[in-house]
C-alpha cells in the first residue's frame, strides 16, 4: 500500500494483496455510472479479474477516473510487457459539496492559458469550484459590452507600488510599469466551458459597493465626488473611494451583471460586500439625502440597501448572492451564501444567523501568507500558514449544533495577488498547500502529517506534468 498515493486520499480503501495483470489498465477498465449509488458516491473494484469503476453520476465517475489514474502508477512491470495493479476496493465520496479556490486576477491580471492550468490543477485535487475575483480597486478584468471603458481604462494602471504595504504607510516607491489585462468575452466563455468539461463551477466575482475605484476611474459618475478624476489604484489596501448610492448607479451595476450572468452559468454570483468605508457615504449630499430617505440612521447602512437593490438581477435569474462575512452585517437576503473569511468564528456567527457558508478563514487557508521564513521566502502580505498547519485545518467550527452544522455547505482557499506578479510566483504560493487543503475539502481521514507527505512527494510529479511551479518540501 506504501506505493499507492492517491491525494487527496478517497474515504475507504483497502488492499488485498492480489493483483490484476493487464497490457492497458486504461483501455481494460469498465465504467459504468449506476442507480444504486448517491450521486457524489463512486466505487473502484479492482480484482484479479479486472478493473470496475461505477459511479452515481457522471461527476462521480470522473472523479472516480481521476483517483483510477493515480492508483494505476502503482502497477508494477509484468511478463510479456503487461502491469500488474494492485487489487483495491475503494469506496468514496466528498464530504463537502464546495470544494474550491479563489484566484484572484484583478491585483495582478493572470493570462488565460495559466486560468486554464489552474483549473488543471483542481482537477487533478477534485476540487469543484474556481472563484474567480475578476474586479478591484487595482483592476477591472471582464469586458462588458455596455460600458467599453470598464477595460479601456479601468483594466490599466499606470504603475504598481513597490514592496510590501504597512498600514501606516504613506510615501510609496512605484514600479513605473503599466500593468494590466482583461479577459474578452470569448475568453471567459471558454474558461467555463473547459471548467465545466472537468466538472468545475466558475463563480465570477464583481466586487462592490467598495473595491471599485478601477470602474470609478473608468466612470467617474459612479463616484461619490465625480469632480474628482480618479485613476485606477496603483497601492494595495482599502480605497475610500466607493460606488455612490444614485439611481443610476444601481442601473449601471445592474447592466454590468446581467452581461455576467450571460457569461456565467453557474447557480452562484459573488458580489463582493467586503471592506467598504462608508466614510464618503457620511459625507457626499447624494448619500445623506439617499440615506435620510430610507430613514437609515448610519451611513454604513446603505451598504445593504444597495446591494439588495443590485442583487434583485440574480433573483430575477434564479441565481443565488454569494457574499464576503461582513454581508452578514448589512441586513443581506437570508438566502445569501456566506464566505466566512475574517475568521473561523466568523463563519460560526453566519451559520447561527440561517445562512449556508463556505468557510474560508484567514487564518488557515489564505495562500498569500507566507509558507516559511520571510527571510528566505517570496514577499508576502504577512501572517504564516505552512503546510502542516493546512493539513491540520478544521473546515466546520466547534461550537455549531449539527442543525448549523449542516449550514457549512464546503471550504475554499484563496489567492490573493497583490505580491504576486505572475504565474510563477502564483503557483508556488499555491502549491503544494493546495494538495493539503484538498484532503479536508474531500473529508480525506485525518492520518499522520508524515503518511501525508510520503503520498505527496510523488504527487508532486502530477504537479509538474501539469507544467506548474510549486515550493519544494525541503
Known sequence: MSDIAIVPAPRELTVSGDQWVTEDPIADAVRTVVENLGETEYRID??????RLSAGSEDALRHAETTYEQLIEAAVPAEDGKVAVPAVHIADAPRFGWRGVMLDVARHFMPKDFVLKVIDVLALHRLNVLHFHLTDDQGWRVEIDAYPKLTEVGAWRTETMVGRMTHEQTDFEYDGTRHGGFYTKDDLREIVAYAGEQGITVVPEIDLPGHMQAAIAAYPELGNFPDNQLGVRQIWGISDDVLNVNDETVEFVKTVLREVLELFPGPYIHLGGDECPAVQWGEAEAAQKRQAELGLSEPSQLQGW????????????????????E??????????????????????????????????PCESVYFDYYQGD???????????IPLEKVYDFEVIPSGLSAEEAARIIGT???????????????????????????????????????EFLGRLRPHLGRIERLGLNYRPLD
Not at 416 to 422: D, K, R, V
Request: with cysteine; aromatic share 8%; hydrophobic share 45%.
Open 327 to 360: 454581508m452578514v452585517e448589512t441586513d443581506c437576503p437570508q438566502d445569501a451564501v456566506i464566505m466566512a473569511w475574517r475568521s473561523a468564528e466568523r463563519g460560526e456567527v453566519a451559520a447561527k444567523a440561517g445562512h449556508e457558508v463556505v468557510m474560508t
Open 46 to 51: 479492482i480484482t484479479a479479474d479486472g478493473a
Open 374 to 384: 520571510p527571510a528566505t521566502e517570496p514577499l508576502a502580505i504577512g501572517g504564516l
Open 412 to 450: 475554499q482557499c484563496n489567492v490573493w495577488t497583490e505580491y504576486m506578479e505572475g504565474p510563477e510566483q502564483v503557483s508556488y504560493m499555491l502549491l503544494p498547500r493546495l494538495s493539503a487543503f484538498a484532503e479536508r475539502a474531500w473529508g480525506s481521514p485525518k492520518t499522520s502529517y508524515d
Open 306 to 325: 444597495f446591494t439588495a437593490q443590485v442583487a434583485a438581477v440574480l433573483a430575477e435569474e434564479g441565481r443565488r448572492l454569494v457574499g464576503w462575512d
